[in-house]
Structure formats: structure tokens, C-alpha cells
């Protein structure tokens, strides 16, 4: 099995910056994609950011050229850079991450989510 754990969440004001964590654990042998996608209420989970074993990354527009996904693989741990934060972008962000467990199955998980609140 494998685990996820974000962090970072908090309150932040507008223009603030907050950076996100998600640890990856368990029985894993190769990430080949962490993604951070995000729930605000009342509303559908949308994609945020994804970045690819080596290195590909890709935006949704609404957070081009604010956020910025990064990983280290040798930690399995994803992160997010926030800057420039909007009230639209209160959501809980939730980490996913896909590859394959060291029994050579495919894995895609999700971790428990972290609150973002922008608000002054």
C-alpha cells in the first residue's frame, strides 16, 4: 500500500505565499506522476498541477505563473509553491500520486487533503 500526507496548509492573505508538502510512503517502487488537485465548497475537485518522473510539468490555467510543482524523488515527496494567492484559491488541496508498488501493480493514490484559507 501506499501512503500520502500533505502539509503546509493554512490561512494566508491575499498576495500571500504558502507551500505545500505531500509525502509519499509504503510499498513503493517508481512515482512516475504526483499531481495536486484542489475542492473548494460546494464545488467539483479540479486539477491544479502535475509533474511527471522527469520532470514535465503542467498547469491549469488559473494558476500559471503563480504556483510552481516540484518533487524530490529520492525523498518520494511533492511539493507546491503558492505565491501571489487569490480568495479563489481557497480550496482543500489534495496530493495524488501514481507509479507502481514493489509487487510491480500500479498504484494512484490520494492523500487526506490540506485546508488552504486566503483571506485578510
Known amino acids: 500500500q501506499v501512503q500520502l500526507v500533505e502539509s503546509g496548509g493554512g490561512l494566508v492573505q491575499p498576495g500571500g505565499s504558502l507551500r505545500l508538502s505531500c509525502a509519499a510512503s509504503g510499498s513503493i517502487l517508481h512515482i512516475s506522476a504526483m499531481a495536486w488537485y484542489r475542492q473548494a465548497p460546494g464545488k467539483q475537485r479540479e486539477f491544479v498541477a502535475r509533474i511527471t518522473s522527469r520532470g514535465s510539468t503542467d498547469y491549469a490555467d488559473s494558476v500559471k505563473g503563480r504556483f510552481s510543482i516540484s518533487r524530490d524523488n529520492a525523498k518520494n515527496t511533492g511539493y507546491l509553491q503558492m505565491n501571489s494567492l487569490e480568495p479563489e484559491d481557497t480550496a482543500v488541496y489534495y496530493c495524488?500520486?501514481?507509479?507502481?508498488?514493489?509487487?510491480?501493480?500500479?498504484?494512484?493514490?490520494w492523500g487526506q487533503g490540506t485546508q488552504v484559507t486566503v483571506s485578510s
Open positions: 495524488n500520486a501514481v507509479g507502481l508498488t514493489t509487487r510491480d501493480t500500479p498504484f494512484s493514490d
